[in-house]
């Protein structure tokens, strides 16, 4: 997914939502680690994929808090 169309996605999300998004790709990240230790992970860039998304979930929810105050 391009990352305008993935911060599209995201600005339509509540925070609870985005609190969601943001474990899961945590949880991904760790699993992608863990594959990539263990000389498991084929496509080593997914790793910087799910660390740039997980950055953008964080700048939405800090957008989404900043419109609520």
Known sequence: MKSKDF???LTGMSLAELNDELVAAKKELFNLRFQNATNQLDNTSRIKEVRRNIARIQTAMT???KAVN
């Open 7 to 9: 911060m599209n996605s």
């Open 63 to 65: 957008r989404e808090q």
